[in-house]
């Protein structure tokens, strides 16, 4: 007995338009999922070499202040909760002016690089006070947020 | 005796043919639902896409101005829907500065920089090293070129035309940075809104960044310290972003059919870190 039909041919057809949009639907679903963490991990990567900033606010001992210009000390390194990590460096360069050098840092995962910031402020050094902590000064135009 | 029966009753085919509409119908409704949610879907995105490239780039533009009372304020214009900052293509240090090129240290860790400087679009911003801390404005006179620092290592020569009012203070050591002014504003374009930049030095023409928009959809409000609204650049302490946002359909562009109007906004403050 023959059997013509094209029942076959068109479940094939539908089933295949059905998988395509379904991908492109968890493809979309996966690049915002991967956009939010990628826009989390850079909210506390930022709040990481902020912390940095804040804790050099409070001063350091005259000792570590770079002498030649180019020379860096690290002044602070911390980890936050959430696996982001803090530093910050203090930088000669080569005249009254120094540079602060913040950095943070957040793993995203899945095998995406991690969120990263980078703040530069310029600042004078004030002299030690009572508690021999050397404090900086903020320079009217320091504040400056780098490309990672 | 055989009988021998061939094809089919109108019945039978009357219920073939109702099934397969049916089930056509269903088909139908899936793949029609499924493509509107996708499609709808894309556009939302993109919306949400757009509002975050332009709170970004407003942050970038308005978070690092600053101002003294030598090179004025970078915030040059600061207008409701539109502003004019000096904003840095390049930073780092001069090892040595003359009345005819200064020359920033250029190895790494020392210059960092999104471009090469451009005579006639970049200016430079260079500040004294005596204090108070200022800083002078002082155009760029020609194309940078590789050079060497007074210590032998490696520097990049900016030409200049200093005198000596503006060399004053100025020598190693010296912040640096090279900028140009850009505004960025919300236009209208082929229907539809959209929020561009432009260089004022060169007068180009504005360039899309992102969009479509609502009219008005680009709202800034300047605070001075302490929250209550300004108009002068110098008091401005913070700003506070209102963007709103379209889909393409709903913007003028694209695929005109399906629903109208998707609006969508976001609200930003921004902290001007460099605060008067």
């Known amino acids: 007995m023959n059997r013509r039909g094209i029942a076959i041919l068109v479940a094939l057809v539908v089933l295949t338009t059905l998988g395509m949009i379904a991908a492109t639907a968890f493809s979309l679903a996966r690049l915002e999922r991967r956009a939010g963490a990628g826009a989390i991990a850079e909210v506390q990567a930022q709040g990481a070499a902020e912390a940095a900033l804040a804790e050099a606010s409070r001063g350091w001992p005259k000792t570590l202040v770079p002498a030649m210009p180019g020379q860096e000390n690290v002044l602070v390194s911390l980890s936050l909760p959430g696996s982001a990590v803090g530093s910050l460096v203090l930088r000669s360069l080569g005249g009254p002016i120094y540079l602060l050098r913040a950095a943070g840092m957040r793993p995203v995962g899945a095998g995406l690089p991690p969120a990263s910031v980078r703040i530069e402020v310029l600042v004078r050094l004030d002299s030690a006070g009572p508690d021999s902590l050397i404090r900086p000064r903020r320079d009217p135009r320091g504040w400056v947020r780098q490309s990672p | ?276």
Do not use: K
Not at chain 2, 33 to 39: P, T, V
Not at chain 2, 46 to 70: F, I, K, N, T
Not at chain 2, 195 to 220: D, K, N
């Open chain 2, 1 to 276: 005796m055989s009988l021998t029966r061939r094809g089919i009753s109108i019945v039978e085919l009357v219920v073939a043919l109702v099934l397969t509409t049916l089930l056509a119908a269903l088909c139908w409704s899936i793949l029609a639902a499924g493509a509107f949610r996708l499609r709808d879907r894309s556009e939302r995105m993109s919306l949400e896409h757009s509002l975050r490239v332009v709170s970004a780039a407003v942050r970038a533009a308005l978070e690092p101005v600053g101002q003294d009372s030598s090179a004025g304020n970078d915030l040059v214009v600061a207008l409701p829907d539109r502003f004019v900052t000096r904003t840095t293509r390049a930073s780092g240090a001069l090892c040595d500065a003359t009345s005819t090129a200064f020359t920033a240290r250029a190895t790494p860790g020392w210059w960092s920089a999104l471009r090469n400087p451009v005579p006639g679009r970049d200016s430079l911003l260079v500040e004294r090293l005596s204090p108070p801390s200022s800083w002078e404005v002082i155009p760029l006179s020609g194309v940078p070129y590789p050079g060497a620092c007074p210590d032998g290592s490696p520097g990049l020569v900016l030409p200049v035309i200093a005198d000596s009012a503006a060399l004053a203070g100025v020598g190693a050591g010296a912040p640096l940075r090279v900028f140009e002014e850009m505004e960025l504003r919300l236009y209208a374009s082929s229907g539809a809104m959209w929020v561009g930049l432009r260089s004022l030095a060169t007068g180009e023409a504005i360039q899309p960044l992102a969009g479509p928009f609502a009219t008005g959809g680009l709202q800034l409000q300047y605070r001075s310290l302490g929250g209550p609204p300004t108009a002068d650049p110098a008091e401005v302490a913070s700003v506070l972003l209102r963007v709103t946002g379209l889909t393409e359909r709903a913007g003028g562009v694209g695929i005109s059919r399906g629903p109208v109007a998707r609006p969508d906004s976001a609200v930003m403050l921004v902290i001007r870190r460099n605060s008067p």
